[in-house]
């Protein structure tokens, strides 16, 4: 079945350092692939997407290709707030027709301090 | 975006005894809803698609006389937990099919 892989963590960084979260997935097919974040209190809440080979998703400073030849979906930010502060769940669907059915990796937490 | 509520946020109850969440779709209609559940430090694993005006459909794995799905309107869908144990204590979380997925805040179980 689908599976997706997120890096272990949780992580920490100063403000305005350079993020990278790891992300791999395995899918029959060819999937959608999401980030979503949840801060604290509030529910997840998608924050970029690619559909296809080579899209690049974008929104808030963060980026992540869809790479079909590595199968990932790496989540990149070059310089992060502490309103970055939240946990980081990368998702994949099978375009089975349903948005919302989807497969999610463990979550990762990442704090950052002023 | 659109907004899902879910509630309660949090519950604790005794074992035994029975827990239903709510999950709320407010500026939209869903047709579809998905129930997810979260062990610690583990991935959201979907449980069951809840169709308005249907059965639900369970993921394998999951009883479905135990965490019973209800649909009966176009903005509301319902899990109830019966006869809870400490064992099912997790964190589910219930999204709606729009344009997107949309995610409530998630209920927080804990069985004593």
């Known amino acids: 079945g689908d599976s997706v892989t997120q890096m272990e963590g949780p992580v920490t960084l100063s403000e305005e350092a350079c993020l990278t979260i790891?992300?791999?997935?395995?899918?029959?097919?060819?999937?959608?692939l999401f980030w979503y974040v949840q801060y604290p209190g509030e529910g997840l809440q998608l924050l970029l997407k690619?559909?296809?080979?080579?899209d690049k998703g974008s929104n808030k400073g963060f980026e992540a290709t869809y790479r079909k030849e590595t199968t990932s979906f790496h989540l990149e930010k070059g310089s992060v707030q502490v309103s970055d502060s939240a946990v980081y769940f990368c998702?994949?669907?099978?375009?089975?027709?349903?948005?919302?059915?989807?497969?999610f990796g463990k979550g990762i937490t990442l704090s950052v301090r002023p | 975006g659109a907004v899902v509520s879910q509630h309660p946020s949090w519950v604790i109850c005794k074992s035994g005894t029975s827990v239903k969440i709510e999950c709320r779709s407010l500026?939209?209609?869903?047709?579809?809803m998905f129930w997810y559940r979260q062990f610690p430090k583990q991935s959201l694993m979907l449980m069951a698609t809840?169709?308005?005006?249907?059965?639900?459909?369970?993921e394998q794995g999951v009883e479905k006389d135990k965490f019973l799905i209800n649909h009966a309107s176009l903005t509301l869908s319902t899990l109830t937990v019966t006869s809870a144990h400490p064992e099912d204590s997790s964190f589910y979380i219930c999204?709606?099919?729009?344009?997107?997925?949309?995610f409530g805040q998630g209920t927080r179980l804990t069985v004593v």
């Open positions: 690619a559909t296809k080979a080579d």
């Open positions: 790891n992300c791999t997935y395995t899918a029959t097919g060819y999937p959608s």
């Open positions: 999204s709606a099919d729009g344009t997107e997925a949309f």
């Open positions: 500026d939209f209609q869903a047709t579809t």
């Open positions: 809840s169709n308005e005006g249907s059965k639900a459909t369970y």
């Open positions: 998702a994949l669907s099978d375009n089975s027709g349903a948005n919302s059915k989807l497969t």
